[in-house]
């Protein structure tokens, strides 16, 4: 979502005449667009503070200036210290102002101290922004819902993010065919609880993601639509039902569980089980069996025992997972899990971390692996890293290196998967190498 709202900052800003540059460098201002879910995330923040800091004097001794903005969650989390902790900001905004940053760009020129806006308008910044004008290639985020109302007890969301909004079906259709007619081929959906959506729809009423996803299915050359991240207990049966019944929307899902441990489930306020986590993936898989299933997990959260742990090892060998990401707890200032008394040592946390990453990795690997002699529809997004070649997305996310012409970006053509390791696919091109294709082959 970070990568979409940077998207949204760029477009604000267009008209008061600043473009993207490509290095801090050029710049006459740096927006830092900054992540608080993790320590490691937020800390980074101060560390590239400390790298721009030199490039901002010298700007300053050769008579001219670089204004330095800090966006996004860390911002809105720790604005008032970040002010007083890190001086060369000259202007803090959080994720639900930036619309009003020509404003606040204007205020920062005219005031010394730094200009700070963390507010949570009533107004909507959707509201302000103009739509999307561009997307950097055929693959698109589209943000539909922002903020959460779950209170997962380790995790800052709904604080920094704010409460769940869902933006009404009439513009998202807008901004969905805008980015069709610049000629995205893919779009995925966005939101920090996306599948709770309910956006109002033209009559008022409120629409489900299903109904969204299915109105977007209309749109000629809107080949592929995807939705991300989701929470098991918003996995409606009419959202499951979709996956086997629009061929737009592709075979993956992010579904993630944290934990496969009822005790540790019920500490993280996820309001579910191991066993309910179960019943909805069977379900998913009943609807659209080639389905690529991906997950986050989160390890060491306080309490967890070596008997918890071993219940996630568990889930993950029923699941069997196409792709997943896994992170140790990290105590988030504010959040009810912060303080619990029994928070796990490092080096525990450490050593769960590698062998559940072990594990996941050899799914993740076999999964490629029984792509090899598949053909399957990848659409070309950029050029490769060698001469000559192109990397591609198959409907299951996978990355695809192939060996073709560049007249192919933006196209969705039939590869045969030929080659796999454990983060990407080697394809060769099996078709005429022209034909765009709007189906999906269901492997079961
Ligand atoms: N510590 C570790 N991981 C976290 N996540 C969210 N909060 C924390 C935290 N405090 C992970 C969850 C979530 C993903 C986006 O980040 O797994 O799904
Ligand atoms: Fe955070 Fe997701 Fe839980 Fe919401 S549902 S509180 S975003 S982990």
């Given at each position: ?25 050029m ?19 101060y560390?590239e503070?400390?790298?721009?800091r ?92 922002e ?54 729809g ?101 309490g ?23 992170f ?35 799914q ?54 030929v ?26």
């Amino acid at each position: 979502m970070n990568v979409y709202d940077s998207g949204r900052m760029a477009d604000l800003l267009a008209p008061l005449g600043y473009e993207e540059t490509g290095t801090p460098e050029m710049a006459d201002m740096v927006i830092l667009n900054t992540c608080h879910i993790r320590e490691k995330a937020a800390e980074k923040v101060y560390s590239e503070l400390g790298r721009l800091r030199p490039l901002k004097e010298e700007r300053r001794a050769a008579g001219g200036d670089m204004l330095i903005a800090v966006a996004g969650c860390v911002a809105q989390a720790e604005g008032e210290e970040m002010a007083r902790r890190a001086p060369v900001v000259d202007l803090i905004v959080g994720p639900q102002t930036y619309h009003r940053l020509p404003e606040l760009v204007a205020q920062a020129h005219r005031s010394t101290g730094a200009v700070l806006d963390t507010d949570f308008p009533a107004e909507s910044k959707f509201d302000h922004l103009p739509y999307t004008q561009r997307s950097e290639g055929p693959a698109a985020f589209l943000s539909v819902q922002e903020g959460c109302d779950k209170f997962c007890t380790f995790c800052v969301v709904p604080y920094t993010r704010g409460a769940e909004f869902s933006r009404p079906v009439g513009d998202v259709l807008i901004e969905a065919r805008r980015l069709v007619d610049g000629g995205v081929r893919e779009l995925t959906l966005l939101g920090q609880n996306v599948n709770a959506y309910h956006g109002p729809g033209p009559a008022g009423d409120a629409w489900t993601l299903a109904g969204l996803i299915r109105a977007l299915a209309e749109i000629p050359s809107l080949d592929r639509i995807r939705y991300t991240t989701s929470h098991p207990r918003d996995m409606s049966d009419d959202l499951i039902a979709a996956h086997g019944e629009v061929e737009q929307l592709m075979p993956y899902l992010h579904l993630p569980v944290q934990s496969g441990s009822d005790a540790i489930l019920k500490a993280m306020n996820r309001r579910h089980t191991a066993d309910d986590y179960l019943r909805k993936i069977e379900k998913i898989r009943a609807a659209r069996p080639d389905i690529a299933l991906s997950c986050d997990f989160i390890v060491g959260f306080p309490g967890e025992s070596d008997a918890d742990f071993a219940d996630t090892l568990k889930l993950i060998n029923t699941v069997n997972f196409a792709s997943a990401f896994s992170f140790k707890y990290s105590a988030r200032p504010g959040t009810p899990a912060s303080t619990a008394g029994s928070q796990v040592p490092e080096q525990v946390k450490s050593e769960r971390l590698s062998a559940l990453q072990q594990l996941l990795t050899a799914q993740q690997t076999a999964f490629n692996h029984a792509s090899i002699g598949r053909t399957a529809p990848v659409l070309f997004e950029k050029a490769g890293r060698q001469p000559g070649q192109l990397i591609g997305r198959s409907p299951w996310l996978q990355a695809v290196f192939v060996d073709a012409d560049d007249s192919l970006l933006g196209n969705i053509t039939e590869v045969t998967l030929v080659k796999a390791q454990t983060n990407s696919l080697a394809g060769e091109l099996t078709g005429d190498g022209k034909i765009r294709w709007s189906t999906v082959d269901k492997v079961a």
